[in-house]
C-alpha cells in the first residue's frame, strides 16, 4: 500500500461509506440513520482518532483496552479518543489531545486526511466524530497507565479477513445486559459496538483501495 494518504484521499473522495459501512457491525437495537444535528444539540460531544502507520513493513492501526471502571465503556476496545474539553476548539482538537494524553504522542495534524462518519451511541449519550490519519512516522507509544489497560495494534490486512467477523453474546457495560451483536474477534478480543463500525467503514475504504 505505498502511497497510502493518496488512495485514501482518492476512496474517500468517492464518498464515505457511512451508513452502509455502520449497519454491517451494528448491534440489532443501534439506529444508524439519525438526525446528527439534533443530536449534538443535548449529547455529550467526542471524538476519536484512526491513526494508521507502519510497523515492520506494514500498515496498522493503534486500538487500546480501556481500564475497568464505573462506567458505560469500561474494559471495552476503543479508538483512542475521549469527550471535548472546554480548552478543545474544535473536535479534531479534541482528538488530537486525547490521543497525546492516552497514547502518550503528539500527531500533528497535518496527517489527519478526513472525517469519517459521525455516529452516535445511544448507552452513554455520546456523539462520535472519528477523524482518519495516515504518518510514516514512528509512533513511540507510552500509554497512560489509569486509562490504558493494553495498546493493540491491529495489521490492516487482518481488518480485511472476512474470518474476524461473528456475531457473539457480548456484556454492555454499566447494565451487565447481555445481547447478540456482529464483531470481530482479534488476539483473544471482542471488538463490537461503536469501534466495531468505525472498524467497518475503515474496512469498506481498504476494499475500495484493493479493487
Known amino acids: 500500500m505505498d502511497n497510502l494518504t493518496e488512495q485514501f484521499n482518492h476512496a474517500i473522495n468517492q464518498g464515505l461509506p457511512g451508513v452502509e459501512a455502520h449497519l454491517a457491525m451494528a448491534p440489532m437495537s443501534r439506529i444508524v440513520n439519525q438526525d446528527f444535528e439534533e443530536i449534538k444539540k443535548t449529547a455529550k460531544l467526542s ?8 510497523q515492520n513493513g506494514e500498515w496498522h492501526t493503534l486500538l487500546m483496552e480501556r481500564n475497568t471502571y464505573n462506567g458505560h ?6 479508538f ?11 473536535l479534531k482538537e479534541t482528538a488530537i489531545r ?3 494524553e492516552e497514547m502518550g504522542v503528539q500527531l500533528d495534524s497535518k496527517f489527519i486526511i478526513s472525517e469519517l462518519t459521525q455516529l452516535y451511541i445511544p448507552p452513554s449519550n455520546f456523539y462520535v466524530q472519528p477523524y482518519l490519519a495516515v504518518t510514516t512516522e514512528k509512533l ?6 489509569k486509562e490504558v489497560k493494553k495498546v493493540l495494534s491491529m495489521p490492516l490486512d487482518v481488518l480485511l479477513d472476512d474470518a474476524l467477523v461473528a456475531n457473539d453474546k457480548v456484556k454492555v457495560s454499566g447494565s451487565g445486559l447481555m445481547i447478540s ?28 483501495i484493493n479493487q
Open 73 to 78: 465503556h469500561s474494559g471495552q476496545i476503543s
Open 98 to 100: 486525547e490521543f497525546a
Open 140 to 145: 513511540n507509544v507510552i500509554p497512560e497507565e
Open 47 to 54: 471524538a476519536v482518532l484512526v491513526v494508521l502507520f507502519q
Open 181 to 208: 451483536a456482529p464483531l470481530y474477534r482479534f488476539e483473544g478480543y471482542k471488538i463490537w459496538g461503536a469501534t466495531a463500525m468505525i472498524l467497518s467503514e475503515l474496512k469498506f475504504l481498504l476494499k475500495r
Open 80 to 90: 483512542p479518543g475521549g469527550r471535548k474539553e472546554t480548552i478543545d476548539s474544535t
